[in-house]
């Protein structure tokens, strides 16, 4: 069973939110075939690997009952996707208020559990960093690292429940030191928005952890032109 | 000059008011605010992963602008920050 990662990257939010996740998941699954980055992030690739997978990680743009990849192609939409895709899946979305009609659409549909959030997902980011979105520590790592230490729990084999507690309480932490007002907002926002449906005992196959060289070395920039930067 | 707190402060009155005029103005003293405390990075810029034809990406010295001019960011910035 192997990992899908669906990961837009066409314009500010999708460049931040995908960047994360290429710095610090990505690597940890060993490149295990299913990394739909880009203009990979569509549906019909998406079809064909989400059902040999154990886990659904995507982070794209969304509504309350779709959610999509690179320009906004829908790869999940209420009522129009095959059960085998998501059936005993743990699924995560970043994106914005599927968790209002989509993630319980998985669920009803067999998936274990499925995580998201009610309302829209938003976050500071320095645009200056496009191309190196991980270095934004400052800005996007506030939010983003909450949802990257939730994946990295779930990728060492914890419960979703456990794994959702963790992004929570690193939500809080950051909260609670943060003196940007408006950062400070964006988290407490965050936190109080994301939800989990489904069996929260459920778990996957643990990962290794990352390995020492990707710890300390960051990927190449990316270069592809995206909207707004 | 209040400091960065206390503009904050009268920016969220102002939303729960539901005044877009006073939150905008309120903002731009929060950020001149900032600016004096040496707070701030590069180019910040808010954003959020909402399909559609919204607003994606809002550099944060333009949200005066939007909460002024675009109803639905005024709407969106509005659940974020107004607080309790």
């Keep these: 069973m192997s990992t899908v990662l669906s990961l837009a990257d066409f314009d500010l939010p999708t460049r931040s939110a995908s960047g994360w996740l290429l710095r610090w998941i990505l690597p940890r699954l060993n490149l295990e ?3 739909l980055y880009g203009l990979l992030a569509r549906r019909l ?15 794209g743009h969304g509504d309350i009952d779709v959610f999509t990849g690179q320009n906004e ?3 999940l939409e209420v009522g129009k996707y095959d059960p085998k895709e998501v059936e005993g899946k743990v699924i995560k979305l970043l994106s914005c208020q599927c968790g209002v009609e989509l993630v319980p659409d998985l669920v009803a549909n067999g998936a274990a559990c499925a995580m ?9 980011m320095d645009s200056d960093l496009a191309s190196t979105p991980w270095a934004d520590k400052e800005f996007a790592g506030k939010c983003l690292m909450p949802v990257i ?6 990728l060492d084999g914890k419960s979703a429940r456990a794994a959702l507690d963790i992004e929570l309480e690193s939500y809080s932490r950051n909260a ?8 400070k907002a964006c988290l407490e926002f965050n936190r109080a928005n994301a939800i989990l449906v489904g069996n929260g005992g459920a778990s996957i196959r643990a990962r290794p952890q990352l390995a020492l060289p990707f710890r300390l070395i960051p990927p190449p920039p990316l270069l592809f032109p995206i909207v707004g930067a | 000059m209040a400091s960065s707190k206390e503009e904050w402060e009268r920016y969220q009155e102002a939303l729960r008011r539901d ?3 006073a939150a905008a103005d309120a903002f731009r003293r929060y950020l001149a605010a900032k600016k004096a405390e040496g707070k701030g990075g590069s180019k910040p810029t808010i954003v959020r992963l909402h399909i559609g034809k919204g607003w994606h990406a809002v550099p944060v010295d333009q949200i005066p602008n939007g909460i002024e001019k675009n109803p639905e960011f005024y709407e969106s910035i509005k659940r974020v920050t107004e607080g309790k």
Excluded: H, K, R
């Design chain 1, 33 to 35: 075939p299913a990394t």
């Design chain 1, 45 to 59: 690739p998406f079809q064909m690997a989400a059902p040999q997978s154990d886990i659904i990680i995507g982070a």
């Design chain 1, 73 to 75: 192609a829908i790869i």
């Design chain 1, 116 to 124: 998201g959030y009610t309302d829209d997902y938003i976050w500071v």
């Design chain 1, 149 to 154: 230490d939730g994946l990295n729990a779930l």
């Design chain 1, 176 to 183: 609670e030191v943060e003196e940007d007002e408006l950062v």
């Design chain 2, 19 to 21: 005044d877009s005029a």
